[in-house]
């Protein structure tokens, strides 16, 4: 039985649960302006797509699968793929990308830690100054380096567990604002 984040999700026509989880952190923090530009990594299956484009101008997907979310240009592609730092500068860098789970914790936390620093590289090179950033990532002993690292390139970084995550998930959020 799906949970009832889900069911609500797909009666108000999100592609998944996750999208309330940006709806929250949008609220909060204002991540993404009218004239904004959003890249959205690991944007499999579009509910952040969806999301984002109610609050910015143009929003950009990026996964390895194949994501149709009507008036988005996604494009299929693995975020360790060199081409994607051949976009043009973003004001707002989105990252729920996540392993595939493999059941052994300390190995799905390296594999998601990885990809989290890779989108933080991304963002890093793509990102317009005084640009935001948000990225999930699995709790383990690495994500303290993560978040070191964001607390030196953002004017603001903190951790958050938006509403829609689960209690039992070790998924949390690193969010960057004001990009230096």
């Known amino acids: 039985m799906k949970d009832k984040l889900t069911r609500k ?9 996750s999208a309330y989880k940006l709806i929250a952190l949008q609220k909060k923090y204002y991540l993404m302006k009218k004239n904004d530009r959003v ?31 009507s008036g988005i240009e996604t494009f299929v592609m693995d975020i360790f793929d060199r081409r994607v730092f051949e976009f043009e500068e973003f004001n707002v860098v989105l990252s729920d990308v996540a392993p595939t789970t493999s059941g052994n914790r300390l190995l799905d936390q390296q594999k998601s830690y990885d990809l989290s620093k890779r989108s933080f590289d991304i ?42 995550s689960k209690k039992r998930s070790k998924e949390i959020y690193f969010l960057g604002l004001g990009f230096k």
Do not use: H
């Open 9 to 17: 999700a797909k009666k108000e026509g999100y592609n998944a649960r």
């Open 123 to 164: 963002a890093c090179k793509l990102l317009k100054k005084k640009g935001n950033f948000l990225v999930k990532i699995f709790q383990s002993k690495e994500t303290d380096k993560l978040l070191a690292l964001m607390k030196k390139k953002f004017y603001f970084a903190k951790t958050v567990k938006p509403f829609g």
């Open 39 to 69: 890249l959205d990594l690991g944007c499999w299956p579009g509910s952040w797509l969806q999301v984002a484009s109610q609050f910015a101008q143009e929003v950009i997907g990026v996964d390895k699968r194949e994501t149709k979310v």
